[in-house]
């Protein structure tokens, strides 16, 4: 069984810090790697993808991946209020067909 | 922009009716997906498809039947509804089977 493990919070985090999310993986094919964010009711947004080893940057975020260790996470810089969100890990794996392993979410809360 | 519409933000409907959910996209994307999300499990697969007229079984396919006519649009059945299918259900639609997948906004069915 292919599992995507993500710590579920809340992580609480002070506005103007900084957020760090983890996403461990077991499948040692994967290759595609992405985070989501979804507010309550609201459906996953698309915030980062990541294909290769290191750091990945746009704006205020970061994802990470380091398939050795087979992690891959996300740094969110300078936080505000409306970073307050859950933040979804998918995983797709060459013999997957295209299908994502979603992990449980990290819920992330941006204290003013 | 990728644009993931479905055909209601809210349905409810009886023990035993037929459902018919709609999801169409406007990026010309090969693969389509359907998902339902339930609190504390998370996002789990349905059914996708990879090519019109063609459908694979996702994690949990009983109950459920889809259908895929013309590329831009896959459309989820509900054979007769049942309360345990009560439940917020996501499409999304991807380019390539490793490429990032684009939700829509969700429909959330009640079925009493």
């Known amino acids: 069984q292919k599992e995507v493990e993500q710590n579920s919070g809340p992580l609480s985090v002070p506005e103007g810090a900084i957020a760090s999310l983890n996403c461990t993986y077991s499948?040692?094919?994967?290759?595609?790697f992405f985070w989501y964010r979804q507010y309550s009711g609201k459906s996953p947004e698309l915030i980062m993808s990541?294909?290769?080893?290191g750091d990945k940057e746009d704006g205020r975020f970061t994802a990470q991946l380091n398939k050795a260790s087979q992690y891959v996470s996300l740094l969110i810089r300078d936080s505000q209020p409306s970073d307050s969100a859950t933040y979804l890990c998918?995983?797709?794996?060459?013999?997957?067909?295209?299908?994502?392993?979603f992990g449980a979410g990290t819920q992330v809360v941006v204290t003013p | 922009d990728v644009k993931v519409t479905q055909s209601s933000r809210y349905l409810v409907k009886r023990t035993g009716e037929k459902v018919f959910l709609e999801c169409v996209q406007d990026?010309?994307?090969?693969?389509m997906f359907w998902y339902r999300q339930d609190p504390g499990l998370g996002l789990r697969l349905i059914y996708f498809s990879y090519d019109v007229k063609m459908k694979e079984k996702g994690d949990i396919p009983e109950g459920y039947s889809v259908s895929r006519e013309k590329k831009e649009r896959f459309s989820l059945i509900l054979e007769s509804a049942s309360t345990n299918q009560t439940s917020m259900y996501l499409c999304a639609s991807s380019y390539g089977i490793y490429n990032e997948q684009f939700f829509g906004p969700g429909t959330r069915l009640t079925v009493l």
């Open positions: 990026m010309d994307h090969e693969n």
């Open positions: 998918a995983v797709s794996s060459t013999d997957s067909w295209g299908k994502f392993q």
């Open positions: 990541i294909y290769s080893n």
């Open positions: 499948d040692r094919v994967s290759q595609s």
